[in-house]
């Protein structure tokens, strides 16, 4: 099992970059609150990694902290959440604002994820309690410190800002005519935003 990858970082095309591990490279796909953490293009990176293989492929989820990919691991355990539904999750929020919507059976804020419908939601609430109890008690202090994203300034590699956002969002399974809405609305008030600060932008406005 591939548990970790440290190399230069050749793209970023959200959800999923690129890792050159000597001559090798490895696509990874992370979630957005993690892939805003990583440093610019060219740059030495490590991210800790989860290996699915199924029949038709075989793919590398990424993450900054091994707190993270555990509860990754602990989401694609719950039923009905695959690492597709896994990952959006994550992206829409940090895992510690997962854990804060469970604790205090925020529903409202589960639904508003795409893919996560108020019947998910509940079961989520109801199934990870107990899961994120060890999950907490198990997680080094380094990695649980809540994410700053507001500080991070990140770059992406894109011809085009706004196709970029729109494509990120389609991949985390926002429906076209939303994600063209939340974009064009990012646009207006953040010309000449970055694609990765529009992500973030159209993200919280969801």
């Not at 008690?137 to 085009?160: C, F, I």
């Not at 991949?171 to 063209?180: E, I, R, T, V």
């Amino acid at each position: 099992m591939i548990g970790q990858l440290t190399g230069k970082l050749i793209s970023k095309q959200p959800p999923e970059v690129l890792i050159d591990v000597q001559g090798v490279g490895y696509e990874v796909q992370m979630p957005m609150t993690c892939l805003f953490e990583l440093p610019d293009l060219g740059e030495q990176v490590s991210v800790i990694t989860h290996f699915v293989v199924r029949e038709d492929a075989q793919l590398l989820y990424g993450f900054n902290t091994f707190a993270e990919r555990s509860l990754f691991r602990q989401l694609i355990k719950a039923q009905g959440v695959g690492p597709k539904l896994a990952l959006t999750i994550m992206s829409g929020m940090t895992a510690h604002q997962f854990v804060s919507a469970v604790t205090h059976d925020d529903v409202s804020s589960l639904i508003k994820l795409p893919g996560v419908g108020r019947k998910t939601a509940e079961r989520l609430v109801v199934e990870m309690r107990d899961r994120l109890q060890n999950w907490m008690s198990s997680t080094p202090a380094t990695d649980a410190a809540p994410l700053d994203t507001a500080a991070l300034q990140p770059t992406l590699a894109a011809s085009s800002p706004r196709e970029d956002a729109v494509g990120a969002l389609l991949a985390l399974g926002y429906k076209q005519a939303q994600a063209d809405k939340v974009v064009a609305q990012a646009l207006k008030t953040n010309d000449g935003a970055s694609s990765e600060e529009l992500i973030r932008i159209a993200l919280k406005s969801m």
